[in-house]
């Protein structure tokens, strides 16, 4: 696990030094590293955060940092929510239309009857929507959900405020990427680069076969060390990780709970 961090703007100088390297922008080298980052998932490199988004017209901004969602819970509502009932079939004078099994015949649409009570879904859990129709103009049901897409965030929401859990990209004070102070972790991030360039220039004919596939088996000895050093488990993440598996009792409604004791102890009484 990475305590310390250095910018990658350190990584770059050194890669830069390198002859074959010397056409390579600094551009590229910090969308190598993202890509990088991406590949190895390495724990570290990544930042836990929360943040409040503000919600209008079921959109927000994301922030300038973010990577990806942990989890996502409601602060309020600005609307109040609409309570949808499922429409059952009924005859000329209103009464419901029973099938062979005296059971009410559904419709196929759900009508409004009433508003829900905004305060029950405060704090409540949002999910990731599965609806192909999440980013239409027409909302239906109040099933928290939503769908991120080019630095925004949709919700099922139509205005409020939302508590983001998130993994942030670490920044140092210019704004470039800051990268676990590990030797194995920069030895692999420069083997990466040094791949991924020298890819171009062998397609370009400007580099000998050997040189190129001694680069490619640098990268992969080099990648397999970084992700042995960072796979490792402290431990007290190692207790609380055999905790979440070794249960007798299934732990339900986790993510409601936003998994705070998953990586408790079970204690069984035993009569």
């Known amino acids: ?18 002859p074959m390297m010397a056409g390579i922008s600094f551009e590229a080298i910090i969308d190598y590293a993202i890509d990088f ?3 190895v998932q390495c724990a570290g490199f990544f ?8 919600i209008k017209d079921y959109k927000g901004l994301l922030p300038d940092d973010f990577y990806e969602v942990n989890q996502i819970r409601l602060s309020s509502l600005a609307n109040k ?22 059971n009410k015949i559904p419709n196929n649409f759900y009508i409004q009857t009433g508003y829900e009570d905004v305060e029950y879904y405060k704090n409540k859990s949002f999910r990731y929507a599965t609806d192909t129709f999440h980013m239409s103009d027409v909302k239906s049901g ?8 080019g630095g925004y965030i949709f919700t099922s929401i139509k205005e409020g405020t939302i508590e ?41 004919g400007k580099l000998q076969a050997a040189i190129y596939q001694n680069a490619q088996q640098e990268y992969a000895w080099a990648v397999g ?34 998994y705070s004791y998953n990586g408790s102890k079970q204690n069984l009484k035993m009569n």
């Open 1 to 18: 696990m990475a305590n310390n961090y250095t910018s990658l703007a350190v990584v770059a100088d050194k890669i830069l030094r390198h």
């Open 37 to 39: 980052m991406r590949i």
């Open 47 to 54: 930042e836990e955060k929360c943040s409040t988004v503000e």
């Open 81 to 102: 929510v609409p309570k949808y009932e499922m429409s059952y079939r009924t005859d000329e004078n209103g009464e419901f239309i029973l099938d062979e099994n005296g």
């Open 142 to 149: 109040v099933d928290l959900t939503y769908k991120i897409q």
């Open 164 to 204: 983001l859990s998130y993994q942030a990209i670490l920044l140092d004070e210019e704004g470039f990427p800051l990268i676990p102070d590990n030797s194995k972790f920069t030895r692999a991030l420069q083997a990466y680069i040094k791949k991924e360039w020298f890819t171009i220039l062998f397609d370009l």
């Open 225 to 258: 060390a970084c992700e042995s050093e960072f796979q490792k488990m402290s431990l007290d993440k190692a207790e609380s990780f055999y905790n979440s598996w070794s249960t007798l009792i299934p732990r339900r409604n986790q993510h409601q709970r936003f």
